[in-house]
C-alpha cells in the first residue's frame, strides 16, 4: 500500500505545480494531457482546483489593489521628451524587417514572418561564431556571393535547411526585388557553381543573379 | 489579422517606436504601465521604487525598441526588463531600508496565526498569506495568476529553466498550504 501511496502523491505535488496553469489558460501539450487525466482520475482534483481558484482570486486582488500614481503618463512624457531618437538600428534583421512590411499586400505575411525568421537564425548563427560584424553586417568585398530571392511561399524550414546544408549563410538584404546577398563558401569556381545550382534547383529561389564568383 | 489591427498590435507599436514614434510609446505606456508598475512593486514590496522603475522600463523601450526581435510577446518582453531593473534597482537600496523591510516582514511573520484567523476573512487570509511568500514564490505565483503567463514565458521573465519555474511554483503553493494549515485551513495538500 505504501508503494502504492508514494507515486501518487509525487503525481499530485507535480500536478499541483502545474493547476495554476491549467487555470490561466497556457498549459499545453502533455502537461495539459497528464493534468487532464489527473484531474478526471483522482478526486483530490477538484478540491485543489477550488483551493488554486482562490488563490488566483487573492493575487489578482492584491494586485489590482496598487494603483500607479495618476500623472504617470504625464511623468513619463516629460521624460521621453528629454530622450534622444532612437538610435537607428542597422542590424540585417531590422533592415529584412522593415523591408517586408513594405511589401503590397499580396505578399503572404507567412512568407514574410518565415523569411525574417531565416535572416534571424542566419544573424545568430553568425553572432554566435564570433565572426563579428564585419560578416554578419559587411562582407568583406572580395569574398563569393550570390544575390537570391526565395519564393514568397517558401517554407522556412526548406529554406533554412538548404541554406545550412551548403553552408550558405544571407549576409545583407533585402535588395530591391527581394533580393538578398548570400555567401556562398567556396574557393573556386566549380565549387560555386555546385553551392549556387544545388540552392536554385531546391524550388525556394525566385530568382538568382551571381554575384562575385571566385 | 486585419491590416488596421495590424497597425495596432503591440509587436508593430514597437517597431514604430523604434522609428521614433510617441505616439506609439505612449498607447505601449498606457496597455502596460500599469502591470508593469504593479508587477515591480510586488517584487521590491516599494511602490515609490516601482514608480522609478516602471517609468525606466519604458523609456528603456523607446532606447531599445529596435532590438526587439517579436521571439515573445512585447509584454513578457517588458516584464523581463522590468525584472531587470528592479533588481539593480534592490541593490542600490541601502542597508537601512532592508533593515526597515525585515523588520517590517518579521513582524507580519510574527503574527498568531490563530488569532488572525478568527478576525480576517479566508479571501483576506490566502492573500494575507500570499504576500509573506518569498519574494521568488511570490513573484512566480503573481506571473501565473495576475500577469497569465506560460511556464516558459515564466521562465523567459525570469531567466531561469522551466524546470526551475515549477520548482518554485510547488514550493510556492506548498508553503502557502502549510501556512493555511498552520491558520486552520487545511485543503488537503501538502
Same mark, same amino acid.
Given at each position: 500500500?505504501?508503494?502504492?501511496?508514494?507515486?501518487?502523491?509525487?503525481?499530485?505535488?507535480?500536478m499541483?505545480?502545474?493547476?495554476?496553469f491549467?487555470?490561466?489558460?497556457?498549459?499545453?501539450?502533455?502537461?495539459?494531457?497528464?493534468?487532464?487525466?489527473?484531474?478526471?482520475?483522482?478526486?483530490?482534483?477538484?478540491?485543489?482546483?477550488?483551493?488554486?481558484?482562490?488563490?488566483?482570486a487573492?493575487?489578482?486582488?492584491?494586485?489590482?489593489?496598487?494603483?500607479?500614481?495618476?500623472?504617470?503618463l504625464?511623468?513619463?512624457?516629460?521624460?521621453? #521628451? /528629454?530622450?534622444?531618437?532612437? $538610435?537607428?538600428?542597422?542590424t540585417?534583421?531590422?533592415?529584412?524587417?522593415?523591408?517586408?512590411?513594405?511589401?503590397?499586400?499580396?505578399?503572404?505575411?507567412?512568407a514574410?514572418?518565415?523569411?525574417?525568421?531565416?535572416?534571424?537564425?542566419?544573424?545568430i548563427?553568425?553572432?554566435?561564431?564570433g565572426?563579428?560584424?564585419?560578416?554578419?553586417? $559587411?562582407?568583406a568585398?572580395?569574398?563569393?556571393?550570390?544575390?537570391?530571392?526565395f519564393?514568397?511561399?517558401?517554407?522556412?524550414?526548406?529554406?533554412? $535547411?538548404?541554406?545550412?546544408?551548403?553552408?550558405?549563410?544571407?549576409?545583407? +538584404?533585402?535588395?530591391?526585388?527581394?533580393?538578398?546577398?548570400?555567401?556562398?563558401?567556396?574557393?573556386?569556381?566549380?565549387a560555386?557553381?555546385?553551392?549556387v545550382?544545388?540552392?536554385?534547383?531546391? +524550388?525556394?529561389?525566385?530568382?538568382?543573379?551571381?554575384?562575385?564568383?571566385? | 489579422?486585419?491590416?488596421t489591427?495590424?497597425?495596432?498590435?503591440?509587436?508593430?507599436?514597437?517597431?514604430?517606436?523604434?522609428?521614433?514614434?510617441?505616439?506609439?510609446?505612449?498607447?505601449?505606456f498606457?496597455?502596460?504601465?500599469?502591470?508593469?508598475?504593479?508587477? !515591480?512593486?510586488?517584487?521590491?514590496?516599494?511602490?515609490? !521604487?516601482? #514608480?522609478?522603475?516602471?517609468?525606466d522600463?519604458?523609456?528603456?523601450?523607446? /532606447?531599445?525598441?529596435?532590438?526587439?526581435?517579436?521571439?515573445?510577446?512585447?509584454?513578457?518582453?517588458?516584464?523581463?526588463?522590468?525584472?531587470?531593473?528592479?533588481?539593480?534597482?534592490?541593490?542600490?537600496?541601502?542597508?537601512?531600508?532592508?533593515?526597515?523591510?525585515?523588520?517590517?516582514?518579521?513582524?507580519?511573520?510574527?503574527d498568531?496565526?490563530?488569532?488572525?484567523?478568527?478576525k480576517e476573512?479566508?479571501?483576506?487570509?490566502?492573500?494575507?498569506l500570499?504576500?509573506?511568500?518569498?519574494?521568488?514564490?511570490?513573484?512566480?505565483?503573481d506571473?501565473?495568476?495576475?500577469?497569465? /503567463?506560460?511556464?516558459?514565458?515564466?521562465?523567459?521573465?525570469?531567466?531561469?529553466?522551466? $524546470?526551475?519555474?515549477?520548482? /518554485?511554483?510547488?514550493y510556492?503553493?506548498?508553503k502557502?498550504?502549510?501556512?493555511?494549515?498552520?491558520?486552520?485551513?487545511?485543503?488537503?495538500?501538502?
Amino acid at each position: 500500500m505504501a508503494m502504492n501511496a508514494e507515486p501518487k502523491t509525487t503525481l499530485r505535488d507535480e500536478m499541483e505545480s502545474l493547476l495554476p496553469f491549467y487555470l490561466n489558460g497556457t498549459l499545453d501539450g502533455d502537461d495539459l494531457v497528464r493534468f487532464d487525466a489527473w484531474l478526471a482520475a483522482d478526486p483530490a482534483g477538484a478540491e485543489t482546483l477550488a483551493a488554486a481558484e482562490a488563490e488566483f482570486a487573492a493575487s489578482m486582488v492584491a494586485n489590482e489593489a496598487i494603483r500607479p500614481r495618476a500623472d504617470a503618463l504625464s511623468r513619463f512624457s516629460v521624460a521621453l #521628451d /528629454r530622450q534622444a531618437r532612437p $538610435a537607428p538600428v542597422n542590424t540585417l534583421l531590422a533592415r529584412a524587417s522593415s523591408w517586408f512590411a513594405s511589401k503590397p499586400a499580396w505578399l503572404p505575411w507567412a512568407a514574410a514572418a518565415a523569411m525574417l525568421a531565416v535572416v534571424a537564425v542566419q544573424a545568430i548563427t553568425l553572432n554566435a561564431a564570433g565572426d563579428g560584424p564585419q560578416v554578419a553586417g $559587411a562582407p568583406a568585398v572580395d569574398a563569393p556571393f550570390a544575390l537570391i530571392a526565395f519564393k514568397a511561399d517558401a517554407p522556412v524550414e526548406r529554406v533554412a $535547411a538548404i541554406l545550412s546544408e551548403t553552408g550558405a549563410t544571407i549576409v545583407d +538584404g533585402p535588395k530591391p526585388g527581394g533580393f538578398f546577398r548570400v555567401a556562398i563558401p567556396a574557393t573556386d569556381g566549380t565549387a560555386y557553381d555546385a553551392i549556387v545550382k544545388r540552392i536554385t534547383d531546391s +524550388g525556394l529561389v525566385d530568382g538568382m543573379m551571381p554575384g562575385i564568383r571566385p | 489579422m486585419t491590416n488596421t489591427g495590424s497597425m495596432h498590435n503591440d509587436g508593430e507599436l514597437v517597431r514604430r517606436v523604434a522609428d521614433g514614434d510617441k505616439a506609439a510609446i505612449r498607447l505601449l505606456f498606457h496597455r502596460h504601465h500599469a502591470r508593469i508598475f504593479r508587477f !515591480v512593486a510586488r517584487m521590491t514590496r516599494s511602490e515609490s !521604487v516601482a #514608480d522609478d522603475v516602471a517609468n525606466d522600463v519604458f523609456l528603456e523601450l523607446w /532606447r531599445q525598441a529596435g532590438k526587439f526581435e517579436g521571439r515573445s510577446e512585447v509584454s513578457t518582453w517588458l516584464l523581463g526588463i522590468a525584472r531587470f531593473k528592479a533588481l539593480s534597482a534592490l541593490r542600490k537600496r541601502t542597508e537601512d531600508e532592508l533593515d526597515d523591510e525585515r523588520a517590517e516582514n518579521v513582524a507580519d511573520a510574527s503574527d498568531d496565526p490563530e488569532t488572525m484567523a478568527m478576525k480576517e476573512s479566508k479571501s483576506v487570509r490566502i492573500r494575507r498569506l500570499v504576500d509573506m511568500l518569498p519574494t521568488e514564490h511570490r513573484v512566480v505565483i503573481d506571473l501565473a495568476y495576475y500577469h497569465g /503567463r506560460s511556464v516558459a514565458e515564466i521562465g523567459e521573465v525570469l531567466a531561469i529553466p522551466v $524546470a526551475t519555474v515549477k520548482t /518554485r511554483m510547488f514550493y510556492a503553493r506548498k508553503k502557502l498550504g502549510e501556512a493555511l494549515q498552520a491558520a486552520g485551513q487545511d485543503r488537503g495538500w501538502p
